[in-house]
């Protein structure tokens, strides 16, 4: 079974017929920079009062996701992650992330 794949409601079964119902997540397709409506907004609840900046709103595949993250946290000299399809970058980066993604093409404001 590949790692996405996950067998929905049944652990075991007597029938010898029976096939277990595989759901494929599929992902849909990575939006074009010029066509993704990224909001950028700061963010320091349940953060121990530290700030951090929060990217969210993109449309794709996770390995562009996690691939823009990294271009970003590069280009900032930054640490951060990807989860629940938000990059999460440290530090209150608003305006140089709006300028980044603006040199990039994405079409994105500040929240």
Do not use: H, W
């Not at 939006?31 to 990224?38: D, G, I, R, T, V």
């Not at 990217?55 to 000299?77: D, H, M, N, P, Y």
Request: proline share 1%.
């Amino acid at each position: 079974m590949a790692k996405n794949q996950y067998r929905e409601g049944v652990v075991y079964s007597t029938n010898k017929d029976f096939e277990y119902n595989i759901s494929q997540n599929e992902e849909q397709e990575t939006l074009e920079p010029a066509k993704q409506n990224l909001k950028i907004g700061l963010d320091k609840k349940a953060r121990a009062g530290k700030k951090v900046t929060v990217i969210s709103g993109f449309e794709g595949k996770t390995v562009a996701i996690e691939l823009l993250a990294k271009i970003i946290k590069t280009k900032c000299s930054v640490g951060g992650s990807v989860k629940e399809r938000e990059m999460v970058m440290q530090g209150d980066l608003r305006v140089k992330i709006k300028l980044l993604l603006d040199v990039m093409g994405y079409k994105c404001k500040v929240i």
